[in-house]
């Protein structure tokens, strides 16, 4: 299979916009930049970003072990997922197949992008149903949507049946992998040369603390990459926000100093949800949130928030009948949110 049959034909003929700085190299003293309107007065912030987003991108091939073309920086994994759309999906004539429940934004971008949703339901216990998923595959599915570990049930799909899909699905594959930081299971990124069909999506929303800066990345063959730089557009993630990912990229033990905090008041939670006698179930999570099946989760949700604490109410999505999806907070947090269930009658 070529990847590059798959993309929509005026992308393929695509000449993108050349930015004044596309032959941006590190930006020297000596040069005197006259090329693009900006204002001469330094304030940190006066002149465009890089728009290839080198010195981010090398530190992470370092850290991820993928070469700097196999990469791509998104204004948060959301415009990663809409730049996908665009590449492949010719509006009105293609489809793609999603996996509720899952993440919201798939069928969003979707409709955003005038492309026809076929639903394939999880297997209850949340995983993949992968006979049903092929039958759904038309000759116009242009992207598969696999979220691992699943937003909003927690769990890692499983990794057999995804090997399968990316073998006999002749089109994208997309692994979001917007919590495998907090995942027992291993990122599929070093199986990226495995298959040319895989993209594989990630955020420093999550994990890495940085919700607020935007910035999302996306792993694919060279070819897919060259694709998506062509149609992105040229400043997609600001200044700021390269230094500052940049800066905290060079210190990874923060990241695993938050995760492991993070899952290990996880299971704080867990045992103390366990405790409260409406809960009636707690769905097994690889990720920083729990899924928590209550009597009624109209009722817990209201009753949470007139205390101050706010949690997702998932109950229109299927398999999730009066289940709150309940990120794990800071102890303090956490305290407070069991006081309160305990509280409530
Ligand atoms: C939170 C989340 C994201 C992150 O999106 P950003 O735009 O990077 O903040 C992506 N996918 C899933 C499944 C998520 O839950």
Redesign the pocket.
Known sequence: MNVLDLVRDNVRALKPYASARDDFKKRSKNYIYLDANENPFNNGVNRYPDPQQLDLKSMLSIQKEVSVAQILL????????DLIFRAFCNPNKDNVIILPP??G?YEVLANINDVEVKKVNLLPGFDLDVDKILKAISACSKILFI?SP??PSGNNLNETAIENLLLKFNGIVVI?E??IEFSQHKSWLNRLNDFPNLII?Q????AYAM?GL???TCYASREIITILNKIKPPYNINSLTQETVLKYLSKPSLVKQHVTKILSEKDRLLTMLNKVPFVKKLYPSD?NFILVQVDDAQKRHQQLADKGIITRNRSCHYLCDNCLRITVGSPEDNNELIQTLNSIK
Do not use: I, P
Request: hydrophobic share 30%.
């Open positions: 998104g204004n948060g994994s959301d415009e990663v997922l899952t993440y934004m979220c699943n937003n979001d917007a919590y999506t955020t420093f929303s999550k919700a935007r910035l999302g990720a």
